[in-house]
């Protein structure tokens, strides 16, 4: 057997071999990942010839965005929803924060973000979740990127989601985020070195990851949810997060875990060989019990990450 060599620390020993099923559409190829011995890091052995094939093109974050969620009058409500996730500047704020808070956002508090803050989201789909927000609550200084995307989108709130990579992105930004991206990339160590070209002085890169470093993985293994073979090449730890920062003149600060039940719910359909997009069945009894379920997944969820 040739033999394995690490892509993000070069180990060599060591190796745990698993074989992983795609099972997003029911697909059921299998490919091969091994976890280093080393830093940990769960990976795709060979890379498909055509990941494309793997990406339908009704892939749920490539299509352009509506903006339905923001019009009329429950649009202003949300605008002032997500406004006071990001910027709690104010006590009304603060309350609303307090008590309807927008998950994605919880990751820039105490980073001193302002309206001009220049914001980068890369590999980010149609920008629908974390950046059209942004821009809906008059964030000007906001932008995308998707290599996938059909064509450069241009939205009403002044939000471009360009087609290209990062490494076509030129430089001046106090934030560059990986919304559950990174994992896709073939090419991570590459990604952070340029991530710390563009970077102004004292600017912050987010990576948001499925992690090794949980009990999801030690439970479930190849059928955890969160491993979506192929289209996952690398399933980060922390040691292999803290490797690739220090090759691109990174430092590793922060760590915080914001899971959801999906670590339970998926990898459980993956347990019973259910394919991820299986349609539900929508009679009133198993509707119930999806909802019971799921409200103790995220309890359990919950407990972890404070863990």
């Known amino acids: 057997m040739e033999e394995r060599i690490c892509k993000i620390c070069g180990n060599k020993a060591n190796h745990t071999s698993y074989m992983a099923r795609e099972m997003m559409y029911g697909l059921k190829d299998e490919f091969r990942y091994f976890q280093c011995g080393s830093c ?3 990976q795709i052995e ?11 093109n009704n892939y749920y974050s490539f299509s ?6 923001f019009k009329g009058l429950w ?3 949300k605008r002032i929803q997500y406004a006071a996730s990001v910027l709690a500047d104010n006590s009304f704020k603060r309350m609303v924060r307090s008590i309807f808070p927008v998950k994605d956002y919880s990751i820039l508090r105490g980073l001193n973000i302002n309206q001009n803050t220049r914001i ?8 629908r979740s974390f950046l059209y927000p942004l821009s809906a609550c008059g964030y000007r200084n906001v932008m995308g990127c998707d290599p996938f995307i059909a064509n450069t989108i241009s939205y009403q709130t ?6 290209s990579n990062i490494f076509e992105i030129e430089g001046g930004w106090d934030i560059v985020t990986y919304h559950h991206s990174f994992e896709h990339l073939p090419d991570p160590l590459e990604n952070l070195r340029k991530v710390h070209e563009i970077l102004n002085e004292g600017g912050v890169c987010i990576v948001r990851i499925p992690t090794v470093s949980s009990f999801a993985w030690e439970h479930y293994r190849i059928n955890w949810g969160q ?6 090449f690398f399933l980060h730890s922390k040691e ?4 690739l920062a220090d090759k691109a003149e990174l430092e590793l600060y922060d760590i915080f875990y914001d899971s959801t039940h999906f670590q339970f719910s998926g990898s459980e359909k993956l347990l019973l060989d259910v394919s991820l997009r299986t349609e539900r069945k929508k009679d009133l009894l198993s509707f119930i019990r999806r909802k019971w379920k799921k409200a103790g997944y995220k309890r359990r969820a919950k407990k972890l990450n404070r863990e």
């Open 64 to 69: 352009e965005y509506n903006g339905g969620k």
């Open 240 to 243: 292999s997060m803290k490797v």
């Open 120 to 127: 980068i989201d890369v590999g980010c789909g149609n920008g």
């Open 227 to 232: 491993l979506d073979a192929p289209r996952h």
């Open 75 to 77: 649009g202003k409500i």
């Open 40 to 42: 940990l890091c769960l």
């Open 46 to 56: 060979d890379f498909p010839p055509d990941i494309s094939r793997y990406y339908a």
């Open 158 to 163: 002044g939000l471009t989601i360009q087609k």
